[in-house]
């Protein structure tokens, strides 16, 4: 079996512009998913136990 | 905006049979990575010198390759490369259990690592050979404090049983797909799938942890 692995450096430009959106994508994620999780933990911490509390920990809950 | 849930009824078997596979790869993916990861976990906590590299090796490289990614090379690089061409679901079920493996793997290493090495030190002290240790002093509390990480991988093997759609294992999301495709409805459709996946990993999860606050305190030492 032979291959042929110049595919991949033929493409070369379209690769890089895959990798690159998949970086953009993780930054952007990372941007707002970390600061809305630190609002979310913040809201399940608190003491006061008003009637948002358990939604918010279900909701949480369901995407772990 | 009107709503039509007609083609999710007229389906439902379709749909229910969709849901029976992803149960099914779930099943199988769990049966398998736990059985792998125990192996692993075990070999890497009790190195016995030659097997770490290669073992670091592959769950590094499991850690850093997306599933999607490894799934779609056992289904379509694999074959041309050793002629073996597995059908979706076996395809499914070796690249799930290889990636889940790895993270189980983790795991098991974590909670061996958690049970203080003086017990072990004065379980030898006390004339047990090795295996008895890891058999009757350290595994008993390590399967216990491995618990709620065990929770959080079985709800990620169930939901990542649906990226098997992109090799048409015939599951849920690949059930559902045809369905909106078919009838014009997707809207409808994958709300009833999210429902769907809801219903069984919610209780799931919640069971784990049900689960462990009973038996948490056998794991404290």
Known sequence: MSYDWSVAWQYRGMLLEGVIVTVLLTVLTMLIAVPAGICVMLLRQSRYRGRSARPMSSSSATFR | MEFDFSPVLDNWRFLASGLLMTLALSAA????????????????????????????????????????????????????????????????????????????????RAGIASVRPGQTRAALALGMSRAQVVRRIVLPQAVIRMLPAFGSILSITIKDT??????????????????????????????????????????????????????????RS
């Open chain 2, 29 to 108: 993916t769990i049966a398998g990575a736990v059985v792998v990861g125990f192996a692993v976990g075990l070999a890497r906590a009790y190195d016995p010198g030659w097997l770490t590299l290669p073992l670091t090796f592959y769950v590094d490289s499991m850690r850093a390759i997306p599933v999607l990614v490894v799934l779609v090379w056992t289904f379509f690089a694999l074959p041309i490369l050793t002629g073996l061409a597995l059908p979706s679901f076996w395809a499914a079920l070796v690249a799930l259990t290889l990636h889940i493996a790895a993270y189980v793997s983790e795991i098991v």
């Open chain 2, 162 to 219: 649906a990226i098997a759609t992109v090799i048409a294992v015939p599951e849920l999301m690949r059930q559902s797909e045809t369905i909106a495709a078919q009838s014009f409805r997707p809207l409808e459709v994958f709300t009833v799938t999210m429902l769907i996946f809801f219903l069984v990993l919610f209780p799931a999860t919640r069971g784990v942890d049900a689960l462990y606050r009973h038996v948490a305190h056998l794991g």
